[in-house]
């Protein structure tokens, strides 16, 4: 700093030396970059704050409104007409743990195994077909699986009527693409030694998979299938069209229209009764609990285990 | 050496017995059968609702369907006697997906780049935690917050001024209802940040370093890198990441369904009540006809034919740069 100003000050005696830019002054030019620089760093920084300001608030109203409805009815009791309060949504909590049973029962092995043959076995057109479709599937409108399950089963070839079964093979498609995608990255990351140690101490390929492979994917595994749950559990969409949804508690396996807790949390708050709104509050609050939880503890999981992505 | 005195090789210990010499092939087999589901489901899904739509395309034309502005559905059960246009709804849908793109496109460019190359190291995992945790929240929360909450405390004050100053310009044109087109395009914004972000923040991370550093080396600032080097070499990858949130927000339901107000109007105004496709679906399903549901169907197989063709092309723009993209919010 000192050598340019030095420089700015006019010799004693004569005229000012002609303006050469020195090493640390900075150009007009310069200068507008360097600004500019500084103003979008700001403007991103904005970007995130408000990014994330819809979290939070989510957070926040979700957290306040529905714990002043939570208690212990909440999830005993059937749910009375919207207009009247008191009662719970038991209807909706058995019938997400009925359907979400199914589904995973369904929808994990297959996505483990589809994985399977992807890693261990898929080469050429098919595994890339596979590939391709599962990626595409994660982005099927929930809606479209709905009427199709729908239009197959309910109604269809099927003739199976609305009920448990049926929602849950709604909510096994929805699940499979995320459970086929993360197991597959799981099972990429064992490495080939094992693999090769395992056929050189004479095993099979199925004694390899199933004793070596997936063991030693199983906490990258576990992380998959937890997020798949997660997303599986909050869909609401295809139930609408297979489930139907009930305010009593159902325990049929198929047959009989079956609750589903966001389902009872949308047609609570889309009517105009402050009791069943209050309701729909609290159904939220243990919907997003359920997820978070589920979300947070696959990613622990995850991040514990060395097989994980440096993600 | 002791081998070398034992000329045979113990074969017999190399031939697996009985049940082992078909444990192999049955698993090959039962893999390859579970990775062939996907395919059939996807031909099932496809066969089965165009199967059940065949008729309303029959008599409306698939053009005429997509493009006719009136839809009132029938009541018989085995013929087609309403009418079905569903620009109303293919209106909706785009007008919805094209806010919510407008909205979430900078702002996820915006995160990616902060949380990639500004945010110090130890906000990092934070942050992008805080964004993917919005992927992981049901849609029908989003829903319940943004009817009960985000509608009547923030939108509908910026709604009613929006419409006060600009209510000459068609688009925000009054009288404000609350739901509407605009409502359900930004909290479908929100919706489909997180997947842009992941998708754009992988982008950014297979930017190569050396490119970055020779841009610095030069004299380049730090944003001048950014919207110079790293993003026009990541160009595919942004678009391709836009296009598979366009495609989540094409096929949303729920949220927008109590969002958008279904009114069949299809009015020019941003602030007016819409309905989107799969929206008025899910809407009117319960109470449907049997016909009406053939024209819900025929909804359903355009909805996924739009989306197909946006996925793919999004899937392929990404797939060039290795597939892992997006893991982070599916």
């Known amino acids: 700093m000192t050598t340019t100003r030095d420089r700015e000050t006019p010799a004693p005696g004569g005229r000012p030396p002609p303006a050469r830019p020195g090493l640390r002054e900075r150009s007009d030019r310069t200068r507008r970059r360097s600004g500019r620089n500084g103003v979008m760093t700001g403007v991103l920084t904005a970007a995130m704050v408000i990014a994330v300001i819809p979290l939070v608030l989510i957070v926040v109203e979700v957290a306040r409104r529905g714990l002043a409805v939570i208690d212990f009815g909440f999830f005993t009791q059937p749910e009375p007409p919207w207009r009247r309060e008191g009662g719970g949504y038991v209807a909706g909590f058995v019938g997400t743990a009925y359907i979400m049973a199914m589904a995973i029962a369904m929808a994990i092995p297959m996505g483990i195994a589809t994985a399977v043959y992807l890693v261990e076995y898929g080469r050429g057109r098919l595994a890339t077909a596979i590939r391709f479709f599962t990626d595409v599937m994660t982005g099927i409108p929930s809606i479209f699986v709905g009427l199709f399950v729908y239009g197959l089963f309910v109604v269809g070839w099927g003739q199976l009527q609305f009920g448990t079964f049926v929602a849950s093979i709604a909510i096994a498609i929805m699940m499979l693409p995320i459970v086929t995608r993360s197991a597959e990255e799981m099972l990429k990351l064992v490495p080939d030694e094992l693999r090769n140690g395992s056929f050189a101490l004479g095993a099979g390929k199925l004694q390899t998979v199933s004793r070596i492979v997936l063991p030693a994917a199983a906490p990258g595994l576990t992380t998959g299938s937890m997020l798949a749950i997660a997303r599986g559990a909050g869909e609401t969409a295809p139930l609408l069209l297979t489930a139907l949804g009930s305010q009593l508690l159902v325990l049929d396996f198929q047959g009989s229209a079956q609750s589903a807790l966001p389902l009872q949390l949308y047609r609570g708050a889309n009517q105009p009764f402050a009791p069943g709104i209050e309701r729909a509050w609290g159904a939220a609050l243990c919907l997003f609990g359920l997820v978070l939880l589920l979300t947070v503890l696959a990613r622990w999981i995850g991040s514990r285990s060395p097989q994980m992505m440096s993600r | ?330």
């Not at chain 2, 395919?39 to 006719?68: C, H, K, N």
């Not at chain 2, 502005?69 to 006697?81: D, H, K, Y």
């Open chain 2, 1 to 330: 050496m002791s081998t070398a005195t034992d000329p045979r090789p113990p074969d017999q210990r190399l031939t697996s017995s009985g049940r082992a010499r078909f444990a192999d092939p049955l698993f090959r087999w039962f893999v390859t059968l579970s990775g062939t589901v996907v395919l059939v489901i996807l031909v099932l899904m496809v066969l089965r609702t165009t199967q059940d739509a065949w008729p309303i395309f029959q008599s409306e034309g698939f053009f005429g369907f997509l493009f006719g502005p009136e839809w009132s559905a029938g009541f018989s059960r085995n013929e087609i006697t309403g009418t079905y246009g569903a620009w109303p709804f293919v209106y909706g849908t785009l007008v919805t997906a094209g806010i919510a793109i407008v909205i979430a496109l900078p702002l996820a460019l915006a995160v990616a780049f902060y949380i990639s190359k500004i945010a110090q190291k130890r906000l990092r995992n934070g942050l992008s935690y805080s964004v993917e945790m919005l992927a992981a929240i049901p849609s029908v929360i989003f829903g319940l917050w943004g009817l009960l909450w985000f509608l009547p405390n923030v939108l509908r004050p910026v709604f009613v001024a929006l419409e006060s100053w600009f209510g000459w310009f068609f688009l925000f044109e009054g009288p404000v209802f609350g739901v509407s087109y605009l409502a359900a395009g930004i909290v479908l914004a929100i919706m489909i940040l997180p997947i842009m972000t992941a998708i754009i923040r992988e982008v950014i991370a297979a930017h190569p370093l050396d490119h970055q550093q020779a841009a610095y080396a030069l004299g380049a600032t730090r944003f001048e890198v950014m919207s110079r080097v790293i993003l026009p070499a990541s160009f595919s990858g942004v678009v391709g990441g836009t296009m598979l949130g366009l495609g989540r927000a094409l096929g949303e339901t729920i949220a927008v369904l109590m969002l958008i107000g279904g009114s069949q109007r299809a009015g020019t105004s941003l602030l007016f009540a819409g309905d989107s496709m799969a929206a008025h679906i899910a809407a009117t399903f319960q109470d449907a006809s049997p016909e009406a549901i053939r024209g819900l169907m025929a909804i359903g197989v355009a909805l996924f034919i739009v989306t197909m063709i946006v996925n793919v092309l999004a899937r392929l723009l990404v797939w060039r740069l290795g597939r892992v993209t997006g893991d982070a919010a599916v």
